[in-house]
């Protein structure tokens, strides 16, 4: 425990910051409730709709904030990340807003819109195999032979400040209707956007439950959140959270989670979908299963919010038409 | 043009009073915008996601507001209603939420989901025949019988304050924006939306282009505007917005279009369907597809709105799972 009191490597200050560089070119997404969701769940439960940001995710935000944060001496060479989609989209268009050339490592089994959005900002698209290859070493390839920044998708301060603004608006917009929040849950794949949140409410709100969200299986943060140390997840197959399927939490944002997340929770691919109908039936608003996967487990009954005040982060909503065909009809 | 100078029935003040009675229980929804909308229509477009909106469309506006005006003493009889179906979950969630009964008539095709989500409020759902029976001799039968309130759909000058609460709203945004709208879109069925929408924006942009926006054949506003006096449509079938289906304008709610409104405008069901993906895909919100109407006309080159800046109201997003899996698919 004596690195309790070590100062954490974001501040809230680093996402207000973030919030300036990114206030001419982010959405400022709202906060929604549904008295239907409430009753559901006997809580008081708000969802912050990341999936009308910009690009469709949340990623954005990292990635703009970082890319904003490169000097101008090196944006000549570009930049490069790797990413399975939403990450993919938010460099690109970062990259499209400050005229800088994006290439980006995706694996051959990204869903195609992901895939057809991160080319439409502009960017080159390198497939690889998500079996096979290591796209950290292909992404430090392109890298080297472009003088190209890598940006990666979750272990970065400025990417972590970028996804705090997320955090920082959910934390305005309740002080703004006089409420405080009991627990507030993000979805997690390296833990960018949960270490953002979790360092923007705590700032606020101190007294608030934080807590990440994953697939079933691919429960990497539940894990080590328990064992006090990175854990790898040890699931082999395939979840149709695509935008959830990182083994191990990220060092940086792990150093941030351990101090402030107090567990994490899970939901299966059934209960996801279910979350991803009941987005549609009752807020009309396309949320990708990854996005889900709080929802999903707040109304599968895996949290206590009984009687309480809680917030969950649809982190985005790019989905391919088929599969939310066959999740809503 | 001697009625020029004449008062409108319903003024901007009636909507302010609506907004103060509304601000409770109703849903600000926000102003969207995105880079790849404004590049395909050579535009800076704003939409109004009134699926956001409590019961997923406007709908609860104009009942709620409606609703609240009815005296103590006259609501132990409750109050019974006709529609196609937002209307109904409109009035139902209003009365749910004032303790009133509610008694809805609708018609036998309209959309599962909205027959359910009505129910689902709490209102009694009595159905009939949409080619054979008459909807308002129905409900003045009900009404008549338990001494209920008749909440009409449009022809109610509470109900055009309430729908004007939309436009008092876009036209407070894109103040805060510093942005001055050229065109101003909005789907009409009986006028109502189109109309209150109308009387918000012009008393704060006078210069600004009221359009209607209707399904290819139900084309009754459009017809009127050029006649310069109420005409039906002449359309036999049936359109997939099936909540844009009334055959003529209402009186009061034309006696306004007719004086703030420019033209309607139209859209097929192939450019409606087009238009409800294109919003899946780049904004990931759900809209009906008599909801994305006027958003259908845009894309589809039938408004000049090149270089100017343009706002569409989205009205709902009650559609059933299986037509819009295949719409989006």
Redesign the interface.
């Known amino acids: 425990m004596s690195n309790s009191v070590a100062p954490l490597p974001v501040t809230s200050m680093d996402i207000d910051a973030a919030a300036r560089v990114l206030a001419p070119f982010a959405?400022r997404t709202?906060l929604?409730s549904?008295?239907?969701l409430d009753e559901r769940v006997g809580a008081k439960v708000f969802l912050k709709?990341e999936?009308?940001q910009?690009t469709?995710s949340f990623k954005f935000r990292g990635a703009f904030n970082k890319l904003s944060s490169i000097p101008q001496e090196a944006r000549g060479g570009g930049v490069v990340a790797f990413s399975s989609g939403n990450h993919a989209q938010g460099v690109a268009a970062a990259a499209q807003i400050l005229n800088m050339r994006a290439t980006i490592v995706m694996p051959a089994d990204a869903p195609r819109?992901k895939r057809e959005r991160t080319k439409?900002y502009g960017a080159e698209v390198v497939l690889y195999d998500r079996d096979r290859e290591d796209r950290e070493a292909i992404a430090g390839d392109i890298a080297r032979k472009h003088g190209a920044t890598l940006v990666r998708p979750y272990d970065d301060l400025k990417v972590i400040a970028g996804q705090g603004t997320v955090g920082r608006e959910i934390a305005e917009d309740l002080a703004m209707l006089g409420v405080t929040p009991d627990i507030v849950v993000a979805p997690a794949s390296g833990g960018g956007l949960v270490a953002g949140v979790a360092t923007a409410i705590k700032a606020r709100y101190p007294q608030a439950v934080l807590m990440s969200a994953e697939p079933e299986g691919f429960d990497d943060h539940a894990r080590s959140l328990r064992a006090g140390k990175r854990e790898p997840h040890h699931a082999e197959g395939r979840t149709i959270c695509d935008a959830l399927m990182a083994t191990v939490p990220g060092e940086i944002t792990f150093a941030i989670n351990q101090r402030l997340l107090t567990q994490g929770v899970t939901a299966s691919d059934a209960e996801v979908g279910a979350a991803v109908?009941f987005v549609?039936?009752e807020?009309?608003?396309?949320?990708e299963p990854g996005g889900a996967v709080g929802l999903a487990a707040l109304l599968a009954g895996h949290i206590e919010a009984h009687g309480k005040t809680i917030v969950i982060v649809l982190s985005g909503?790019?989905v391919d038409?088929?599969l939310?065909?066959?999740l809503?009809?």
Chains 1, 2 share one sequence.
């Open positions: 959405i709202p929604l549904s008295p239907a709709p999936m009308l910009r469709g819109s439409g109908a549609f039936r807020f009309k608003l396309v949320v909503g790019n038409a088929d939310y065909a066959r809503v009809a």
